[in-house]
T-cell receptor, first 112, second 111 residues
Framework: DAKTTQPPSMDCAEGRAANLPCNHS???????VYWYRQIHSQGPQYIIH???NNETNEMASLIITEDRKSSTLILPHATLRDTAVYYC?????????????FGQGTTLQVKP | EPEVTQTPSHQVTQMGQEVILRCVPI?????FYWYRQILGQKVEFLVS????????KSEIFDDQFSVERPDGSNFTLKIRSTKLEDSAMYFC?????????FGQGTRLTVV
């Protein structure tokens, strides 16, 4: 699985968009980019994933660069409840069911 | 919303004792996992399980650890002889596609 690099921490004002970057310059062509978050000490929570195209769901948007070497998770209107550690994971797994290797992630602090 | 259930939420055990952590994955999922998180550290993969056998395990998952799916609903992690360094939060997860569902964890404290 490709290594990912994220900034250790970021701040965001409540109501503004939070843009969380991730570098995965060694990602292979069939590795997906996954984003999970962990609020306090709860179990990680799936946010979104993608392979090549940009993706959007009810929680967030995922922008993947054309060369796939980096991506950005966008929380369009951050709330205080979005304060969490966000993990970017590149994973190779048959049918999207492989193990997830978590790094240190980005601690996002949403401030009033 | 389907969920993965873990019991107990907190377990305290004496060093050298055996512990069994229990998980009920989402009913139609076929892939199961255990992860652990030592306080203040990252989430670490332990083992994946599919079709009633281990499909992959990490270096952490040594002979002291075992997993079992004793019936159609439970998925257990056994630590045979606990050590102080086994103190951690243990998370169970299940998936049948891109989204892995994690339980709320069992906090294991070895004293």
């Amino acid at each position: 699985d490709a290594k990912t690099t994220q900034p250790p921490s970021m701040d965001c004002a409540e109501g503004r968009a939070a843009n969380l970057p991730c570098n995965h310059s060694t990602i292979s062509g069939n590795e997906y980019v996954y984003w999970y978050r962990q609020i306090h000490s709860q179990g990680p929570q799936y946010i979104i994933h993608g392979l090549k195209n940009n993706e959007t769901n009810e929680m967030a948007s995922l922008i993947i660069t054309e060369d796939r070497k980096s991506s950005t998770l966008i929380l369009p209107h951050a709330t205080l409840r979005d304060t969490a550690v966000y993990y970017c994971i590149a994973s190779l797994g048959s049918g999207n069911t492989g193990k997830l290797i978590f790094g240190q992630g980005t601690t996002l602090q949403v401030k009033p | 919303e389907p969920e993965v259930t873990q019991t107990p939420s907190h377990q305290v055990t004496q060093m050298g004792q055996e512990v069994i952590l229990r998980c009920v994955p989402i009913s139609n999922h076929l892939y199961f996992y255990w992860y652990r998180q030592i306080l203040g550290q990252k989430v670490e993969f332990l083992v994946s399980f599919y079709n009633n056998e281990i499909s992959e395990k990490s270096e952490i998952f040594d002979d002291q650890f075992s997993v079992e799916r004793p019936d159609g609903s439970n998925f257990t992690l056994k630590i045979r002889s606990t050590k102080l360094e086994d103190s951690a939060m243990y998370f169970c997860a299940s998936r049948d596609g891109p989204e892995a569902f994690f339980g709320q964890g069992t906090r294991l404290t070895v004293v």
